[in-house]
């Protein structure tokens, strides 16, 4: 039986309301999924036309400042002054990556490494979010991912464990590769190594087999080296900044046999550490004794509590041409002295 309401049957009236409320329903789904993706051109141009700096002020001392703000300070690049985008206090969170050296060289301090990674967890502040990743003969290991849960992070440091070949720079890619998907919270890596990277140095020691007795000491070129420099433009491209801290068994003035050759190898080795640093506002800390190793975590602890992380436009972001660009940072006291990075090369 049919049965009409107004002119129309109930199953009219059904039939109606049914599609008015599909065509209502995709209406919304396609204006909610228009608010939640933003557009994909908007996401990478942001993403990749700023420069990210993470910026240390000092006084004449050598006294951290903190107080600063963004006014305080004003950008160069290639002596162009350039509008500071966003600004960060020293106060903002970071996210870190704490990368150990679990290669054979370091098997006999083991103990000595996991207290003073243990300290420096005590030294970071609250909301700032850790991850453990290591590197071995086998390749590299995340322990623990990002997180403020400071007992699992300390029990991921105690499982650090290894022999055989050491990966440096394989564990440098791996970290930032982690590291992005932490957004746009300030980011930066403490590598503790001797920086003897297995495949690197098996460059160097072919560089320096053919090379003339009395060009040995000259003969690799540090810079050139094409593991160092990928992970240095990923490190550009996200603003990470890294500390290694340089374990004395890769000190080339402390090998048991002087053979130049050797000595070559371990200190472009060095070398690539002190790049890494300063390259990306970091620091090299140089660990004389096994004792140091928990001073040297507090000290950059303190470093990263007093950076202010600082985004700049550059004048051609679209102009990737591969050339170098010279950063410049000025602050408004005449008394203190800001340091970062000192440029960039466009890629």
Known sequence: ????RNGKSITDNARWLVALLAFALLFFNSAVSSIAQPPQDEVIRTDTSLVQLNVGVVDRQGRAI????????????????RPIVSFEPTQTPFSLVMLLDMSGSTINFRQQIQQAALRFLDALAPEDRVAVISFNGKGVHELAGFGTDRGHTGYAITLATGSGNSPVYDGLKYSLKQ??????????????????DTEVRKGDRATVANAPEAEVSTAIKPETSSALNSVLNDADRQGVTIF????????????PLPDPRITAQYAAARTRLQLLAERTGGQLSDIRRLDQLARVYAEVAANLR??????????NPANRDGKWRAIRIEVARADLIARTKPGYFAR
């Open 1 to 4: 039986m049919t049965v009409f």
């Open 244 to 255: 290694p801290l340089a374990l004395p068994s890769g000190d080339p003035k402390r090998l």
């Open 179 to 196: 590291l992005a998907s932490e957004g746009k919270r300030r980011k930066a890596i403490i590598i503790l190594t001797d920086g003897l």
């Open 306 to 315: 007093s950076l202010y992380s600082i985004a700049y436009q550059p004048p």
């Open 66 to 81: 903190t107080s600063l703000t963004r006014t305080d300070f004003v950008v160069y690049e290639d002596d162009m002054r």
